[in-house]
């Protein structure tokens, strides 16, 4: 059954470093998602993508995030200058179709820990 | 807005018991509701949906919810727990017009034997 991967599964960094979180998206889906659940959280909706552009994002996602589709298979986030408070796990997921009967199929997700 | 609160972020149950996983809702327009399980080390796996069809729904696994609106409710069900059903489990909501997903905290399932 076809699955959204993501790499990293663990990643550790400094503070004021910048990071890139990389996801495989399902192979004919079209619609990209980010999440984040800090320990002890709620799971919280960052960013969603669409034909190369932002659809909708969440307050959390400020200047310091950005999303890129640099092929035709990645999805990466990058955080250009982490702070402490970034530390959490980072959810990637892709659906067919935005609209919300379509399945969102998530990945493993990848534990950001900032030092 | 539109919100979820599931109570209690840990629950016990032994091999065969109910499992029942409490999820109440917050939302200005009728909402659609799902509830996700993760296993370790795996990606958020989606059990069941409401989508204002039926407010019974089953999923995978042997799990049902039902959606009561009196009672702003979605509670997550299964007559017999497994140990296989140890896992995390999410509830969350959408609304109208939009496809993100507000996610509650979680809460983890512990099958004893």
């Known amino acids: 059954e076809p699955e959204v991967t993501q790499t990293p599964s663990h990643q550790v960094t400094q503070m004021g470093q910048e990071v890139i979180l990389r996801c495989v998206p399902i192979s004919n889906h079209l619609y990209f998602y980010w999440y984040r659940q800090i320990l002890g959280q709620k799971v919280e909706f960052l960013v969603s993508f669409y034909n190369n552009e932002i659809s909708e994002k969440s307050e959390i996602f400020d200047d310091q995030f950005s999303v890129e589709r640099p092929d035709g298979s990645n999805f990466t986030l990058k955080i250009r200058s982490t702070k402490l408070e970034d530390s959490a796990m980072y959810f990637c997921?892709?659906?067919?179709?935005?609209?919300?009967?379509?399945?969102?199929?998530f990945g493993p997700g990848t534990r950001l820990t900032v030092t | 807005a539109q919100s979820v609160t599931q109570l209690g972020s840990h629950v016990s149950v032994s091999e065969g018991a109910l499992v029942l996983l409490r999820c109440n809702y917050s939302?200005?327009?009728?909402?659609?509701l799902f509830w996700y399980v993760q296993y370790p080390n795996q990606g958020l796996q989606l059990l069941l949906k409401?989508?204002?069809?039926?407010?019974l729904v089953k999923g995978i696994n042997g799990f049902e919810a039902e959606f009561k609106k009196s009672e702003t409710s979605f509670h997550l069900t299964k007559p017999s727990a497994h140990m296989s059903d140890a896992a995390e489990y999410f509830c969350a909501v959408s609304q109208t017009g939009a496809n993100n997903l507000f996610f509650g905290t979680g809460t983890r399932l512990t099958v004893i034997p």
């Open positions: 409401y989508t204002s069809a039926a407010t």
């Open positions: 997921a892709s659906s067919e179709n935005p609209n919300r009967e379509y399945e969102q199929y």
């Open positions: 939302s200005s327009v009728p909402p659609y």
